[in-house]
């Protein structure tokens, strides 16, 4: 089993930074997939970004392309999100989400683990 915990998130205004952090402890899962979500109010939860914990091949949503950079700590056990250049539209709770296998997918059935969400709130 892994639990993952969020955190990092706030209220930033329009081009503002943000780096939110997911912390996994329980079973090392140096060789799998960790992801970030997102989901707004009213909306669907969608795919922002994920990364092979062991390196190597990252993905991203095209709309957080050249402004969001995921990347972990094996040491720490640590995922990160830097969240630069932010925009209204990322107002959301950002969830972190772990798969064992080291493919990397964009649907959320495909991740076992879950954190509990953090909430990004960005103003105009």
């Known amino acids: 089993q892994v639990q993952l915990v969020e955190s990092g998130g706030g209220l930033v205004q329009a081009g503002d930074s943000l780096r939110l952090s997911c912390v996994a402890s329980?079973?090392?899962?140096?060789?799998?997939?960790m992801a970030w979500f997102r989901q707004a109010p009213g909306e669907e939860r969608e795919f922002v970004a994920a990364?092979?914990?062991?390196?190597?091949?990252?993905t991203y949503a095209d709309s957080v392309k050249g402004r969001f950079t995921i990347s972990r700590d094996n040491a720490k056990n640590t995922g990160y999100l830097q969240m630069n250049s932010l925009r209204p539209e990322d107002t959301a709770v950002y969830y972190c989400?772990?798969?064992?296998?080291?493919?990397?997918?964009?649907?959320?059935?495909?991740?076992?683990?879950w954190g509990q969400g953090t909430q990004v709130t960005v103003s105009s």
């Open positions: 989400a772990a798969k064992r296998d080291i493919r990397i997918t964009i649907i959320q059935e495909d991740y076992s683990y």
């Open positions: 329980g079973r090392t899962f140096s060789t799998s997939v």
């Open positions: 990364i092979v914990w062991s390196g190597g091949p990252r």
